[in-house]
C-alpha cells in the first residue's frame, strides 16, 4: 500500500474509532475497535448512526 493511501486510511480509523468510542461502542462482539478494518468501522458507524436517528423520531 502506498504510503500516502497507508496515512489516511490510518487517519480515518482513528477517526472512526473516536466517533465510536464518543457513542459508547467499545467493542465489536468480542474485538477491539482497533482490531476492526476500515470497512467494518465505517459498518458500524452506519449501524450507530442510523440507531441515534431512530431515537430521536
Do not use: F
Not at 500500500?1 to 480515518?12: D, F, N
Amino acid at each position: 500500500m502506498a504510503p500516502q493511501l497507508r496515512t489516511s486510511v490510518e487517519g480515518r480509523k482513528k477517526q472512526l474509532i473516536h466517533l465510536l468510542i464518543s457513542n459508547g461502542i467499545y467493542k465489536k462482539s468480542d474485538r477491539h475497535l482497533y482490531e476492526l478494518s476500515l470497512g467494518e468501522l465505517e459498518s458500524e458507524y452506519q449501524i450507530c448512526k442510523e440507531g441515534a436517528g431512530h431515537a430521536e423520531t
